[in-house]
């Protein structure tokens, strides 16, 4: 069974910063590609940034140079800091984690429950 949990979501004001982390435990064999997603009301859920066990990154033009993605792979956990945030990036956040069950089995996605980021003006 695997549990990817998130925490550090909350309010701040506009320019401010937040950092959000999110852990993939239970039994499995690795976790290769972590990242966040975030969710607006009325709007799809997007890729905010994505990084590889090799540390591949991958991040959304909106958040570049604003938010850095980084992980310990030791401890399957991945980090978001977000820095000079604006009013647009308010919405759940929600942790991904592309999770090796066995070393003879394909990927399985699996998702935190999401965190409320809001930035007010």
Request: with cysteine.
């Given at each position: 069974?695997?549990?990817?949990?998130?925490?550090?979501?909350?309010?701040?004001?506009?320019?401010?910063?937040?950092?959000?982390?999110?852990?993939?435990?239970?039994?499995?064999?690795?976790?290769?590609?972590?990242?966040?997603?975030?969710?607006?009301?009325?709007?799809?859920?997007?890729?905010?940034?994505?990084?590889?066990?090799?540390?591949?990154?991958?991040?959304?033009?909106?958040?570049?140079?604003?938010?850095?993605?980084?992980?310990?792979n030791a401890k399957n956990t991945v980090f978001l800091q977000m820095n000079r945030l604006k009013p647009e990036d308010t919405g759940v956040y929600y942790c991904h984690a592309a999770v090796q069950p066995t070393k003879w089995q394909r990927d399985d996605d699996f998702w935190g429950q999401g965190t409320q980021v809001t930035v007010s003006s």
């Open positions: 069974q695997v549990q990817v949990v998130e925490s550090g979501g909350g309010l701040v004001q506009a320019g401010g910063s937040l950092r959000l982390s999110c852990t993939a435990s239970g039994s499995f064999f690795s976790v290769d590609l972590m990242g966040w997603y975030r969710q607006a009301p009325g709007y799809q859920r997007e890729l905010v940034a994505d990084i590889r066990r090799r540390g591949s990154i991958n991040y959304a033009d909106s958040v570049k140079g604003r938010f850095t993605i980084s992980r310990d």
